[in-house]
């Protein structure tokens, strides 16, 4: 399926070093806020308070946050566990104060704005359990890299495996990057999000690849510059269908899904718009500065190339 058709390819890899040199500038500045600022860490990680409540009538998500937000805790975490009338807030640590102190104090505002409130349970959530999930999720981070590069290199060849893990933690880096600059809250659904868009970026990176060596089975006397751009402009339609879909899809999510969806969906929007642009104008441009050539993707190539009945035998890459 397709809306259009492109009749004359668009020369991307021209431009391929201008581009390159941008997603190298944002991703220097994306390090230098992420070491300079660090990420803003949620009560999975940093350790907290955790409560359970429970309503007489489906709970009022948004009053409740805004009780909360009153007391003045601004990284609170207010969301439905269970039915609806169930609530469970996460609060973060404080210095001199205990769980039971908080949890008493929050009680106490949430029955004053409604009475029919019960306090179900507290939990004290330890830094210690903030440092196993941290390190749980850079293991998984690991090995989804690892996956993705061994999947790459047996698939196509090492040169774009290489291009596409680059341009894939590039989209990571500038997420966090984000995330760090405007000190927006990295909790777990964050990180399910960073993964996400790890598996999305690479989906994209593959369907050129693929074209790329379609190519190069199928116009010989082409070269790899001209090889990649015909790949690139063929694959637009789809790219702008499939990731249109998705889009409007985690914008809905955004707009409408309320404060617990909305980092995860505003991680997903970033890492999106990025996926897109990397695996164009940086996996395509990479494995082109790498050198790959036919000979790295069709095997065989000597033998057709002696063959007298070949029409294409004797053309040059």
């Known amino acids: 399926m397709e809306f259009f058709k492109i009749r004359r390819d668009i020369p991307f890899m021209k431009n391929a070093l201008v581009f390159n040199v941008i997603s190298l500038v944002t991703f220097l500045a994306a390090v230098f806020f992420l070491v300079t600022k660090g990420l803003h860490l949620s009560v999975e990680f940093t350790g907290g308070t955790v409560m359970e409540v429970s309503y007489s009538q489906p709970a009022d998500i948004e009053k409740v946050r805004a009780t909360v937000a009153q ?5 609170v975490q207010v969301q439905n566990f269970g ?5 469970m807030i996460r609060l973060p640590a404080q210095k001199g104060v205990s769980s039971a102190q908080q949890s008493e104090k929050v009680l106490t505002a949430l029955k004053a ?3 029919s409130v019960v306090h179900r349970r ?3 959530v330890g830094p210690q359990v903030g440092d196993e999930l941290a390190t749980d999720g850079l293991k998984a981070l690991a ?3 690892v996956g993705i590069v061994l999947y790459l290199a047996i698939r196509f060849e090492w040169k774009f495996a290489v291009a596409a893990i680059i ?5 990571v880096i500038i997420i966090l990057g984000f995330f760090a600059f405007f000190q927006w809250e990295f909790s777990l659904a964050v990180l399910a999000a960073v993964l996400a868009v790890l598996g999305y970026s690479v989906n994209e990176s593959v369907v050129i690849f693929d074209r790329i060596r379609e190519n190069f089975r199928r116009y010989r006397k082409m070269n790899t510059v001209q090889i990649i751009d015909n790949a690139i402009t063929s ?6 269908i499939t990731h249109g879909s998705t889009q409007m899809m985690v914008l809905s999510m955004l707009f409408f899904g309320g404060a617990t969806l909305h980092y995860f969906a505003l991680a997903l929007t970033i890492g999106i718009l990025f996926g897109i642009y990397s695996s164009v104008f940086v996996a395509a441009a990479i494995a082109m500065w790498l050198g790959i050539r036919r000979e790295d993707l069709v095997k065989g190539q000597s033998k057709r190339e002696g063959d007298p009945n070949d029409p294409n035998a004797g053309a040059t890459v």
């Open 71 to 75: 007391l003045g805790y601004t990284d």
């Open 83 to 87: 039915t609806a009338r169930d609530v």
């Open 113 to 115: 704005a409604d009475p």
């Open 122 to 124: 507290t939990e004290f």
């Open 143 to 145: 090995m989804v890299v």
């Open 167 to 171: 341009a894939n933690l590039h989209d």
């Open 235 to 240: 694959t637009i339609s789809r790219t702008i």
